[in-house]
């Protein structure tokens, strides 16, 4: 079945270590997005990619770095991982038009040693 | 300030009652999704609407958007144990950017 997939599913790093978590989807969509959730709250946009082109939110911290080297696959890299990015990440896609709805992997859950 | 407003934002209620949970807004919506998410999980498609005032139903669960396209309920019937999950809405909105806006959630727990 197409789908978005995210991998590791659990990744265990340590404080100030780089860490890199990748997304990868089978539906061809144009739009891929990154999220940081934490818990029971609603996911917080932290950039997307729309084809190559590169959007950054305002309040994302300079920390986090995405990498889309194709349609299929997008990365999210924390350069120095602080105690206050421990959370699940969540990879989603989408097509162009607003009104399409995003299509979620299920998640990668960063814990900082 | 939210742009979709969601509440309420937590529920516990005892299997076999029924729930509301609202999602407002004062500005229009192309269209607006309904997700639920289960614990350690991503969250997964539930309905989609588009047209104003538009009901649909998914076995005990119906959704309603507004005439106006500015909000939208989700009601579930004689909830059960496996409702259990966070309930996100999002939105796109009405000619703006087509990146999805979301409420912040109302995390439900149905005991047995």
């Known amino acids: 079945d197409a789908m978005v997939i995210q991998n590791p599913r659990y990744q265990v790093t340590q404080f100030g270590k780089p860490v890199t978590l990748s997304c990868s989807q089978t539906?061809?969509?144009?739009?891929m997005y990154w999220y940081q959730q934490k818990s029971s709250q609603a996911p917080k946009l932290l950039f997307h990619?729309?084809?190559?082109?590169?959007?950054n939110e305002a309040d994302t911290p300079d920390n986090f770095q995405s990498r889309r080297p194709n349609t299929s696959f997008c990365f999210l890299d924390i350069r120095s991982p602080g105690l206050g990015d421990a959370a699940m990440y969540l990879c989603?896609?989408?097509?162009?038009?607003?009104?399409?709805?995003?299509?979620f992997g299920d998640g990668t859950r960063l814990s900082i040693l | 300030t939210q742009l979709l407003e969601q509440s309420p934002q937590f529920l516990s209620i005892q299997e076999g009652e029924n729930l509301t949970v609202y999602c407002n807004s004062s500005s229009v919506f192309s269209s607006l999704q309904w997700y639920r998410q289960e614990p350690g999980e991503g969250p997964v498609l539930l309905v989609t609407?588009?047209?104003?005032?538009e009901v649909k139903k998914l076995k005990r669960l119906t959704f309603q958007f507004g005439d106006a396209r500015k909000d939208s309920s989700l009601h579930i019937t004689a909830a059960q144990p496996g409702d259990t999950g966070l309930y996100l809405c999002a939105g796109a909105q009405s000619g703006g950017s087509y990146i999805p806006t979301f409420g912040r959630g109302t995390s439900l727990i149905v005991h047995p």
């Open positions: 989603a896609t989408s097509g162009r038009q607003g009104n399409q709805p995003q299509h």
């Open positions: 539906l061809n969509h144009n739009v």
């Open positions: 609407v588009v047209t104003g005032g």
């Open positions: 990619y729309y084809d190559k082109d590169f959007n």
